[in-house]
């Protein structure tokens, strides 16, 4: 991560950072029912890792209303604070477009706000105290959520006064690979660029490379069922998005067969473990040396296709799962991790796994 780069509020990853909003949002809310000021949100983090995403997912769970702006698309006041009309005798000014017209509860999302110039940030601070702009104001149980990019390093954004950043609470959202694995299997996302995100998750914070970035190249992959034969296309998708160590990466990734690791659910399915399961693991990671951070990413995908899905498996993909849980080349590390990780998710079917007893012993020596 850049050196020169500025964040405010705590620095972490993105449950603590929905966490967080969605408190925020509770207590306004109570502020606002005693005829209190609200406090808006301002969520910080470097381009494309899903800061504009997690508020309108926030909005979604909670069954919100959603408006959105872009403010570096104003091109002038009017687009802000809304045209003046003559009324009477008095000039006043009509919302914009872009302002909720009924009482939320609902999220304004600012996105962007920092790359807004200097004229319109000034405008935005006044929506941010009073949560009106001359003329108008915000319905009520309309919550404010913004985002920035951080200030310094090669971010072209207009730097935020005191003043402006003391009307805000602040948070730094980092990207972090098992909570984005955990988001891509909810989403659907191919399984091929998940492990690759899992494997390699050191390329994800560049200048083209980002989650969104990354994203956008699996969609694009996803029709194609046999990556190695269509390599040239795929070069020229991966080239169209993202940076070139990383094309150079995904490249090595389908050379070397990585993108045909076994799945999950072919991994609970199996008729003949052994032969559908074991076999195949080991003649990929059972390499010199061994290929440890395959290992962890296949383990990583079982728990989270098992949890994020809610899969409740019958007896014999149970024990299947205690047999993956068992296989004696795992680290146990690794194997303890997956382990506690099913047994907590709160899955009652996969709680099962603590019947057996060399699992319930790995467990139990943890405690």
């Not at 909670?62 to 698309?73: C, D, N, T, V």
């Not at 091109?75 to 009482?103: H, I």
């Not at 994203?215 to 069922?225: A, K």
């Not at 990466?249 to 032969?275: D, H, M, T, W, Y």
Request: aromatic share 8%; hydrophobic share 40%; with cysteine.
């Amino acid at each position: 991560m850049h050196n020169n780069y500025v964040f405010y509020g705590t620095k972490t990853k993105a449950d603590e950072v929905i966490e967080f909003v969605n408190h925020v949002i509770e207590t306004n809310t109570d502020l606002e029912a005693k005829a209190r000021k609200k406090t808006p949100i301002c969520i910080w983090g470097r381009h494309g890792i899903g800061k504009t995403e997690i508020v309108e997912a926030i909005a979604k769970e909670r069954g919100f209303q959603f408006s959105y702006i872009a403010p570096a698309q104003f091109e002038e006041m009017g687009d802000l604070v809304g045209m003046p009309s003559v009324e009477g005798d008095k000039t006043v000014f009509k919302a914009p477009s872009w302002v909720p017209t009924q009482e939320g509860p609902g999220i304004l999302l600012i996105d962007d706000v920092n790359r807004a110039d200097e004229r319109i940030l000034r405008g935005i601070m006044q929506l941010l105290q009073n949560f009106e702009l001359i003329s108008w104001k915000l319905p009520l149980k309309w919550h404010i959520v913004l985002t920035a990019n951080p200030d310094g390093g090669d971010y072209s954004v207009t730097p935020m006064d005191d003043a402006m950043l003391t009307r805000m609470l602040h948070i730094s959202m980092e990207f972090d690979v098992k909570e984005w694995a955990k988001w891509a299997e909810k989403a659907g996302i191919d399984p091929r660029g998940i492990n690759f995100v899992l494997l390699y998750p050191e390329i994800v914070e560049g200048n083209r490379t980002t989650p969104r970035t990354l994203v956008q190249f699996f969609e694009t992959i996803r029709p194609i069922d046999n990556l190695y034969e269509k390599i040239s296309l795929v070069r020229m998708l991966a080239d169209s998005c993202l940076d070139e160590n990383t094309v150079t990466a995904f490249i090595s990734f389908v050379n070397n067969n990585l993108g045909q690791l076994i799945k999950p659910e072919e991994i609970c399915n199996a008729n003949n473990f052994n032969r559908e399961v074991l076999e195949p693991f080991k003649s990929v990671v059972l390499k010199e040396p061994i290929r440890v951070d395959i290992i962890a990413t296949l383990c990583t995908r079982l728990v989270n296709y098992l949890t994020v899905n809610k899969i409740s498996p019958d007896k014999k993909q149970i024990e299947n799962i205690k047999s993956f849980i068992k296989i004696d080349f795992i680290p146990n590390d690794i194997r303890l991790t997956m382990a506690q990780d099913l047994v907590s998710s709160g899955n009652i079917a996969l709680k099962s796994i603590m019947a057996d007893p060399s699992i319930a012993q790995l467990l139990l020596k943890r405690m």
